[in-house]
T-cell receptor
Framework: DGGITQSPKYLFRKEGQNVTLSCEQN?????MYWYRQDPGQGLRLIYY???????QKGDIAEGYSVSREKKESFPLTVTSAQKNPTAFYLC?????????????FGSGTRLTVV | ELKVEQNPLFLSMQEGKNYTIYCNYS?????LYWYRQDPGKSLESLFV?????AVKQEGRLMASLDTKARLSTLHITAAVHDLSATYFC??????????????FGTGTLLAVQP
């Protein structure tokens, strides 16, 4: 079955460490997205990508980096510059512009700073 | 800049009662989405509304869209405990040639009491 796989489900980061969250999709979707969710709050867009080797900053990109070397993969690195990284991270994908409503979400990664 | 506001942020309901969640957005949008999120889980798609006057119903939930007022509503009829969750509206816009960006409201935490 097609879908989005995020890993790991839980991740613990020490102060000053970079960590990478994985997001893989086998839906042949063009666009991929990373969102951050803090407790009791909505989802905020970190980065998004339309095509391979191209991505744009969202509303809260500082302290994060991404790559899009393959269509099916869009990993997110939380760098040491992100001062408050504890949050729930969701990856999503969609068929770009061609079919409304085709956003698919992964199951999420919960990142905690220890 | 596209902004999405929901109200109320928190809603405590008794079983059997009716209520409405409101979603306002700031600029012309192509599509309006409603999602449900259970604690610690990913997003479940409920409705996609594509045009002015669109109304969709699934069980005890009904969503509508008024693009002129930039307003969508999610109406809950005869609430039951199983509807307890956080509900998000989101809008996106295809910026001619650019990737869609899905922007979320702050969410409404619904608690249905026996």
């Amino acid at each position: 079955d097609g879908g989005i796989t995020q890993s790991p489900k839980y991740l613990f980061r020490k102060e000053g460490q970079n960590v990478t969250l994985s997001c893989e999709q086998n839906l042949n979707h063009d666009a991929m997205y990373w969102y951050r969710q803090d407790p009791g709050q909505g989802l905020r867009l970190i980065y998004y990508s339309q095509i391979v080797n191209d991505f744009q900053k969202g509303d809260i990109a500082e302290g994060y980096s991404v790559s899009r070397e393959k269509k099916e993969s869009f990993p997110l690195t939380v760098t040491s510059a992100q001062k408050n990284p504890t949050a729930f991270y969701l990856c999503a994908s969609c068929i770009w512009a061609s079919r409304p409503g085709d956003y698919t979400f992964g199951s999420g990664t919960r990142l905690t700073v220890v | 800049e596209l902004k999405v506001e929901q109200n109320p942020l928190f809603l405590s309901m008794q079983e059997g009662k009716n209520y409405t969640i409101y979603c306002n957005y700031s600029t012309t949008s192509d599509r309006l989405y409603w999602y449900r999120q259970d604690p610690g889980k990913s997003l479940e798609s409920l409705f996609v509304l594509l045009s002015n006057g669109a109304v969709k119903q699934e069980g005890r939930l009904m969503a509508s869209l008024d693009t002129k007022a930039r307003l969508s509503t999610l109406h809950i009829t005869a609430a039951v405990h199983d509807l307890s969750a956080t509900y998000f509206c989101a809008v996106d816009r295809a910026y001619g040639g650019a990737t869609n960006k899905l922007i979320f409201g702050t969410g409404t935490l619904l608690a249905v009491q026996p």
